[in-house]
């Protein structure tokens, strides 16, 4: 392996983390196979065949769900897809049992039923049990529920839609600390840098741009602004690195613990909630072919990070760094500079980070962001940047943080208890960074 090109060996290597993601994603499929029981609008359709081919034309139908948002879009889509083959639907309920048994009386009042249509929770529910005993004249009626499907609840549409809005925000993050990390530094700030983006920018749309009432540009004014203090916070941390040369361990730690406090006092230990309905658009809107608009902003995101890192001197200069200092310095490298551009992206991304969590729930909090450097760290390294510097990809901490977000939602899944989960995630990163060590 040590003596293929360069270009191989990272090719086998990002080809080896997907590998790694799609067995994944295989092994939680498989137990997570459970049957499930449908009432999207595929299942109205298909129980409005079951109905037409019981009953007819002619079939007398009443529809029975409980006042569930679910349940109400199932209901309306049933009763469309009926009225669609001309299937008269006598009455909708929407309620509980003692409202279903109002609208069996009535219908046994009036002349009788053919079919009960019902979701999977609905058909359970004891007043269906005995029909001809409680209402002679329904004797004859079906009780008629869409089929069960079996599938993994892991590849589920809302799931895997709900792992890339969560990883959303660590992977936007990930892209500036795979910077500093191949320049061979570390940045243990931006956990707190997104409280404090969140909470500035939710503090400038209530005190300055009218709060609920915040027009567009009062929010994308506050969006910035929380994005440039944390960009200035970075260009700090760069400095201190820099020109005093102390460890950038010691000075992101420092940086951490000031700017979490700073977020705490700005907000008076509470959360910043007075923002319009609007500003929600950026964490929970989604405008391009339904995905996520928080999705597809870090997908964009990667695809100019990594042709920064492949096509540009600023990444040339990045791996130089990480990978001799001392020889990229006597090569032309501006070291200190490409450094203190590394850490200012890295604050800039964290305040974006931030913003997209404020958007996300609607509100500004100083307990935003904990721990979630560490998840950051470890999606780096498990996409195959090495913490000695001058080895990473882009696309690989792509892998990485979708790697991360997999193992958290299947443990989800399957149920393992939160202290379990931190025992696997601290063992994948013990992995990925003894794999590094093997490879050198």
């Known amino acids: 392996m ?53 009953t007819g034309k002619d079939g007398r139908v009443i529809i029975v769900v409980r006042p569930q948002t679910e349940d109400i879009v199932f209901a309306d889509a049933l009763e469309a897809a009926l009225k669609n083959r001309n299937v008269p639907v006598l009455e909708i309920v929407k309620g509980e049992p003692k409202d279903a048994r109002a609208a069996l009386e009535r219908a046994a009042a009036s002349g009788g039923l053919d079919v009960i249509a019902c979701n999977h929770a609905t058909a359970a529910w004891l007043v269906f049990s005995d029909l001809g005993t409680d209402f002679p004249a329904l004797k004859n009626t079906q009780v008629l529920k869409p089929r069960p499907q079996s599938w993994p609840v892991f590849l589920k549409a809302d799931n895997l839609l709900n792992i890339a809005n ?54 994308l004014a506050a969006g910035l602004g929380g994005i440039a203090l944390c960009g200035v916070c970075g260009v700090i941390t760069g400095a201190f690195i820099t020109r005093l040369r102390m460890p950038p361990f010691i000075v992101t730690l420092a940086m951490m613990l000031v700017c979490s406090g700073l977020a705490y006092r700005l907000a008076e230990n509470q959360s910043v909630f007075q923002i319009p309905e609007s500003f929600v658009w950026l964490g929970r809107g989604a405008d391009l072919f339904g995905l996520p608009n928080a999705v597809a902003l870090m997908l964009l995101l990667y695809g100019i990070a990594h042709v920064i890192m492949t096509q540009t001197s600023l990444g040339r200069h990045v791996y130089a760094i990480g990978g001799n200092t001392e020889a990229a310095f006597l090569s032309g490298v501006p070291v200190n500079r490409v450094i203190l551009t590394a850490y200012a992206l890295c604050g800039l991304l964290a ?6 969590t404020a958007s ?19 999606a780096v390294v498990v996409g195959g940047t090495s913490l000695s510097g001058g080895k990473g990809t882009m696309p690989g901490t792509l892998i990485g943080a979708f790697i991360i977000a997999v193992i958290e939602n299947g443990m989800n899944l399957t149920n393992i ?22 490879r050198k």
């Not at 305040?351 to 997209?356: N, Q, R, S, T, Y």
């Not at 208890?417 to 093997?438: F, H, M, P, T, Y």
Request: net charge neutral; charged share 10%.
């Open 417 to 438: 208890e939160s202290n379990s989960q931190k025992i696997v995630l601290g063992l994948v990163i013990l992995g990925a960074v003894l794999v590094d060590r093997l």
């Open 351 to 356: 305040g974006l980070g931030g913003v997209v």
């Open 166 to 219: 969560q990883i959303a925000v660590i992977a936007i993050l990930a892209i500036g600390m795979t910077l500093v990390i191949i320049t061979g530094g570390i940045d243990l700030s931006v956990g707190s840098l997104i409280a404090l983006s969140a909470v500035v920018t939710a503090l400038i749309v209530r005190d300055f741009c009218g709060g609920v009432e915040a027009g567009a540009a009062g929010m």
């Open 360 to 378: 996300l729930l609607k509100s500004g909090s100083p307990t935003y962001g904990q721990m979630y450097e560490l998840k950051v760290i470890a």
């Open 2 to 54: 040590s003596r293929l090109p360069a270009f191989i060996r990272h090719h086998l290597a990002g080809s080896g983390m997907l590998v790694a993601l799609l067995l994944l994603c295989v092994f939680f499929s498989v137990v997570t196979w459970t049957e499930q029981y449908p009432q999207d609008a595929a299942a109205a359709k298909q129980l409005a065949k079951i109905v037409m081919f019981e």
